[in-house]
Each structure stands twice: as structure tokens, then as C-alpha cells.
């Protein structure tokens, strides 16, 4: 799969691009799930790239796993893998390291994870982070749980084996209810398919009909490729258990409270082809892109998107301004795992390695460059001076999201505050550190208005969880508050 945000594995963008850390996917009621699987995990690749597991059940063979480094594609399409996966149910994750280790990824962090308990065996695979992690983790080894990994998830399988409820399901609603952060989570038994959404819905996960079974992802795109029916997303806190015996059963085990979902999906995270609360990722990107042409105009003769995030954005730009739309900046599409150990030389040709500019196309022109965000703006910086030594005249960066200035502590893969530039520096400040000709971002109420809300964001009840721009957490992240993190003071 072709990916259009750049690689774990990459060196260009290592660290410049706020990262989802995880896709989930599981199936019931098919002939082989492990199929399935692998299929809707390759197309939820863009959600994790390091590594991705895959558990199954057969009645006559128990229980089954596969996990494995690297991509989808490289593990999960060779027939002695899948002669291992058999049976009609099973779940599946592809992961960043967020949470756990980071770096040289342990094969024990990759989900998803197992546990044997009395009534019998589950397995769970979770996107999102848990703000309250390690002093579970404390309390669950000072009584006695030995973790087998150093990711959060884990927990979850500690605090169900604790529980005293008589099923899994039971289970898994008690050891959630102490949970606190972000977690969509795909479980199985040897029956039973399990979803659960935290009360906010901060992370996606929806629901789908595949012939007579049924299906789990974290992304619409998923059930795309396996030529399934989208009925629902799974709501905000709401666990569906699916069997062939029973069909959904919805339970709804957490007090209610006002849904506050991820606005980064929209804006880079998810597919564009996938569809998020009823809409269109692509449309909503190229209304972002139209707000932003509202908000920060500027006379020039090309809108360039940075490929390929930029891309929706920048044709929304070039639709309202009126300013024609061109491919100034080609990305090599098969810049993947080829340079992970080259020589100095070959890793200091930096962002060279992925975009080419189209020098007869930028020549003496003033460029309106449109990309998604600036983390660190190393890449930002690199494409200004690719831009300029290709003979533009004039360069000026519009950027489809807020000043990203606060770390995601709900399962986003950012750096430390004092290493985002925004959180440093004022707009004007990053123009002159960048060396670009204007610099723009479009505003949280700019941003509210392209998904849909056309008011604006509501400062006193937000609609959506946007702390990487408000540093308004709608769930305290506790244990970085232990560690030092400082909150954004009151207004």
C-alpha cells in the first residue's frame, strides 16, 4: 500500500508529523478471518506502520496469534503465515509506538494482547492511550500482575483478569470503567466480537456487514476493501458484543457525557476516502482548504499542495481563491524502508529522498505552498529552500490546521511541548525562523466551521477534542501532571 503521510521508517519526516498511533480491525461470522483481517488492517496501514498483529479462534484448533514487524504487505500475504490463522473469528492492530517502547520496538508491545481467564480465553487490540496508565500499573504489580509488555494497553487485560464478573464482556466493562484517557477497542472471545468507544469517542471506530458476518475498523476505508456494508460508527461510549448466535447486543456501561472526538482526524490522521460522523474526510479537507483561502488571502500565481496530506486542502484553496492548482512538488511514491541504514551522505539529503520540486513549473512564480501542520517545521524549512533554489520568486506556507502548540496524550504520537514550535514561537516568529514570505494557519473557529459547525467552536462546551491546539484536555492526562506537565492556565 502506497501511503500518503510519510513512514516510521523514514528519515525525512522522523519526528516532523504528528502520528496515529494505531488501527484496529476484527470480524466474525466469515469463513476465514485471518483474510479479512490482513486485508482491513493493510488498508488502515496509514494508522501504524511499525508493526501489526493478528489473533484468531477456530473451534478445533484454539486460539491462534501472528505478530510481526514491518509492514501488512511483507507479513500477512504469505500463505504458510495464514495457514497458521484459521477460523471465523478474529481481530487484528497495526501500531506506532506511542505508548511502550519507542525506537527499536519490542515484539512483546505488539498487539493484540492475549490473556487466559477461567471462563476462557480473549483477546484485545486498542488505539488510544491511557492517561492514567502507570498508576494502574503500579497498583496492578503491587498486587501481584506480571506484565509481559511495556505498553499501556496492557493494563486492560490485568485489570479483567482482577475482575470478579462471570463473562468477558463483564469483564471488560469493569476494568474500562477504571480506565481514564482514550480507547476505541476491538475484542474477541471464542464466540463473541467485542467494540468499545471511551464516553468521549475521542478515537473512531465503526461498524460493518460483510455477507453474513460482521465487522470492526477504526476507519470506513477498511470495510471498503473487503467489500463490506457501512452500517454505524460504534457511539461514544458504547460497547456492541457480536456473535452468530445473538447478532449486536448494545450495552452502555459508562455514565454519558458530551462526545468530544478527535478534530486531527479531519484534518490529517484519517483516509480521505473514509467517511467520519457522516462525512466525507476528502470534502472536509477541501473545506478546510476553502476557509483558509477565506481567512488568509494572498496574491500569487500557484497553489501547491506538500504532498500528499496537503493535497484536499490545497484544491480547496485553489477553488475558492480562484489562484490555479498545480503539482509543484512530486512525492517518490516508493521512498519506503530502502533507506533506513544508508550512508551519511544518502540520510542527509533529507526531504530530497521523497519531493522533488517541478523546477519548470515553480520557475518565477510566487508559490502558495498548503500542507497540514508545522510540528517542528524541519521539513517545513527543507521544501521553502527546495522551493526557492528551483527559482521561485516568492514562497508563502498556508497551513490547513491551528498552530499545533500541546502535546496529544489520547494516542498521537507528538513531541514535547518545548519541542513544538508553536508552543515557542508566535506566528511571526515562525515566518522568520522558517524564511518564508507570509505564513498563515487557519483558525480553531476557521477549522470548526469546515467540519460543520457553523458557529465556530464553543468556547464554553467544545465540540470536539482539540487540545493540540487549545491545550483544553478533556480528560486530565494524570500521570504526565506527575511527571511535570503543566496545564494550560485558566482564563
Given at each position: 500500500?502506497?501511503?500518503w503521510?510519510?513512514?516510521?521508517?523514514?528519515?525525512?519526516?522522523?519526528d516532523?508529523?504528528?502520528?496515529?498511533?494505531?488501527?484496529?480491525?476484527?470480524?466474525?461470522?466469515?469463513?476465514?478471518?485471518?483474510?479479512?483481517?490482513?486485508?482491513?488492517?493493510?488498508a488502515?496501514?496509514?494508522?501504524?506502520?511499525?508493526?501489526?498483529?493478528?489473533?484468531?479462534?477456530?473451534?478445533?484448533?484454539?486460539?491462534?496469534?501472528?505478530?510481526?514487524?514491518?509492514?501488512?504487505?511483507?507479513?500477512?500475504?504469505?500463505?504458510?503465515?495464514?495457514?497458521?490463522?484459521?477460523?471465523?473469528?478474529?481481530?487484528?492492530?497495526?501500531?506506532?509506538?506511542?505508548?511502550?517502547?519507542?525506537?527499536?520496538?519490542?515484539?512483546?508491545?505488539?498487539?493484540?494482547?492475549?490473556?487466559?481467564?477461567?471462563?476462557?480465553?480473549?483477546?484485545?487490540?486498542?488505539?488510544?492511550?491511557?492517561?492514567?496508565?502507570?498508576?494502574?500499573?503500579?497498583?496492578?504489580?503491587?498486587?501481584?500482575?506480571?506484565?509481559?509488555?511495556?505498553?499501556?494497553?496492557?493494563?486492560?487485560?490485568?485489570?479483567?483478569?482482577?475482575?470478579?464478573?462471570?463473562n468477558?464482556?463483564?469483564?471488560?466493562?469493569?476494568?474500562?470503567?477504571?480506565?481514564?484517557?482514550?480507547?476505541?477497542?476491538?475484542a474477541?472471545?471464542?464466540?463473541?466480537?467485542?467494540?468499545?468507544?471511551?464516553?468521549?469517542?475521542?478515537?473512531?471506530?465503526?461498524?460493518?456487514?460483510?455477507?453474513?458476518?460482521?465487522?470492526?475498523s477504526?476507519?470506513?476505508?477498511?470495510?471498503?476493501?473487503?467489500?463490506?456494508?457501512?452500517?454505524?460508527?460504534?457511539?461514544?461510549?458504547?460497547?456492541?458484543?457480536?456473535?452468530?448466535?445473538?447478532?449486536?447486543?448494545?450495552?452502555?456501561?459508562?455514565?454519558?457525557?458530551?462526545?468530544?472526538?478527535?478534530?486531527?482526524?479531519?484534518?490529517?490522521?484519517?483516509?480521505?476516502?473514509?467517511?467520519?460522523?457522516?462525512?466525507?474526510?476528502?470534502?472536509?479537507?477541501?473545506n478546510?482548504?476553502?476557509?483558509?483561502?477565506?481567512?488568509?488571502?494572498?496574491?500569487?500565481?500557484?497553489?501547491c499542495?506538500?504532498?500528499?496530506?496537503?493535497?484536499?486542502?490545497?484544491?480547496?484553496?485553489?477553488?475558492?481563491?480562484?489562484?490555479?492548482?498545480?503539482?509543484?512538488?512530486?512525492?517518490?511514491?516508493?521512498?519506503?524502508?530502502?533507506?533506513?541504514?544508508?550512508?551519511?551522505?544518502?540520510?542527509?539529503?533529507?526531504?530530497?529522498?521523497?519531493?522533488?520540486?517541478?523546477?519548470?513549473?515553480?520557475?518565477?512564480?510566487?508559490?502558495?505552498?498548503?500542507?497540514?501542520?508545522?510540528?517542528?517545521?524541519?521539513?517545513?524549512?527543507?521544501?521553502?529552500?527546495?522551493?526557492?533554489?528551483?527559482?521561485?520568486?516568492?514562497v508563502?506556507?498556508?497551513?490547513?490546521?491551528?498552530?499545533?502548540?500541546?502535546?496529544?496524550?489520547?494516542?498521537?504520537?507528538?513531541?514535547?511541548r518545548?519541542?513544538?514550535?508553536?508552543?515557542?514561537?508566535?506566528?511571526?516568529?515562525?515566518?522568520?525562523?522558517?524564511?518564508?514570505?507570509?505564513?498563515?494557519?487557519?483558525?480553531?473557529?476557521?477549522?470548526?466551521?469546515?467540519?460543520?459547525?457553523?458557529?465556530?467552536?464553543?468556547?464554553?462546551?467544545?465540540?470536539?477534542?482539540?487540545?493540540?491546539?487549545?491545550?483544553?484536555?478533556?480528560?486530565?492526562?494524570?500521570?504526565?501532571?506527575?511527571?511535570?506537565?503543566?496545564?494550560?492556565a485558566?482564563?
Amino acid at each position: 500500500m502506497t501511503d500518503w503521510r510519510s513512514s516510521p521508517f523514514d528519515p525525512v519526516e522522523d519526528d516532523d508529523k504528528l502520528k496515529e498511533e494505531c488501527g484496529v480491525f476484527g470480524v466474525v461470522g466469515v469463513s476465514s478471518a485471518a483474510n479479512f483481517t490482513a486485508l482491513g488492517l493493510h488498508a488502515l496501514q496509514h494508522r501504524g506502520q511499525e508493526a501489526g498483529g493478528i489473533v484468531v479462534h477456530d473451534p478445533e484448533q484454539g486460539f491462534n496469534t501472528v505478530r510481526r514487524f514491518g509492514y501488512v504487505r511483507d507479513n500477512f500475504t504469505q500463505q504458510d503465515v495464514m495457514d497458521m490463522l484459521p477460523g471465523p473469528i478474529g481481530i487484528g492492530h497495526v501500531r506506532y509506538s506511542t505508548s511502550g517502547s519507542k525506537g527499536a520496538t519490542a515484539i512483546r508491545d505488539v498487539q493484540p494482547f492475549f490473556g487466559e481467564f477461567a471462563m476462557g480465553g480473549a483477546a484485545i487490540a486498542h488505539n488510544g492511550n491511557i492517561t492514567n496508565a502507570d498508576s494502574l500499573r503500579r497498583e496492578l504489580i503491587e498486587r501481584g500482575s506480571i506484565f509481559q509488555s511495556s505498553s499501556d494497553s496492557e493494563c486492560i487485560i490485568h485489570l479483567m483478569a482482577r475482575s470478579l464478573q462471570r463473562n468477558i464482556p463483564e469483564r471488560m466493562k469493569d476494568a474500562l470503567r477504571r480506565v481514564e484517557g482514550a480507547f476505541s477497542v476491538v475484542a474477541m472471545t471464542r464466540t463473541k466480537l467485542i467494540g468499545v468507544r471511551d464516553p468521549l469517542g475521542v478515537r473512531p471506530l465503526v461498524l460493518g456487514k460483510v455477507g453474513d458476518g460482521w465487522v470492526l475498523s477504526s476507519e470506513t476505508c477498511a470495510l471498503d476493501i473487503i467489500g463490506a456494508e457501512f452500517i454505524r460508527e460504534v457511539e461514544p461510549g458504547e460497547m456492541v458484543v457480536i456473535s452468530e448466535k445473538d447478532g449486536i447486543v448494545s450495552h452502555r456501561p459508562f455514565e454519558a457525557k458530551k462526545p468530544r472526538f478527535c478534530i486531527f482526524e479531519h484534518v490529517y490522521f484519517s483516509r480521505p476516502d473514509s467517511i467520519l460522523g457522516g462525512q466525507s474526510v476528502y470534502s472536509t479537507r477541501e473545506n478546510i482548504g476553502r476557509e483558509l483561502a477565506k481567512e488568509a488571502p494572498v496574491d500569487a500565481d500557484l497553489v501547491c499542495p506538500v504532498p500528499d496530506s496537503g493535497t484536499p486542502a490545497a484544491i480547496g484553496y485553489s477553488l475558492e481563491s480562484g489562484i490555479p492548482y498545480a503539482m509543484g512538488i512530486i512525492r517518490n511514491q516508493y521512498m519506503g524502508r530502502t533507506f533506513i541504514e544508508p550512508s551519511e551522505s544518502i540520510r542527509n539529503m533529507g526531504v530530497r529522498l521523497k519531493l522533488n520540486v517541478n523546477r519548470a513549473l515553480v520557475r518565477g512564480k510566487r508559490i502558495i505552498l498548503v500542507d497540514d501542520s508545522v510540528v517542528r517545521g524541519t521539513t517545513s524549512h527543507k521544501i521553502k529552500e527546495m522551493i526557492l533554489e528551483a527559482g521561485a520568486a516568492e514562497v508563502h506556507f498556508r497551513i490547513a490546521s491551528p498552530p499545533t502548540a500541546w502535546p496529544c496524550f489520547y494516542g498521537v504520537d507528538t513531541p514535547q511541548r518545548e519541542k513544538l514550535l508553536a508552543a515557542t514561537m508566535s506566528t511571526e516568529e515562525m515566518r522568520e525562523h522558517l524564511g518564508v514570505d507570509s505564513l498563515k494557519f487557519i483558525s480553531l473557529d476557521g477549522l470548526y466551521r469546515a467540519v460543520g459547525e457553523a458557529k465556530g467552536r464553543d468556547p464554553a462546551s467544545p465540540q470536539y477534542c482539540d487540545a493540540c491546539f487549545s491545550g483544553d484536555y478533556p480528560v486530565e492526562p494524570s500521570d504526565q501532571i506527575h511527571k511535570g506537565f503543566q496545564l494550560k492556565a485558566a482564563e
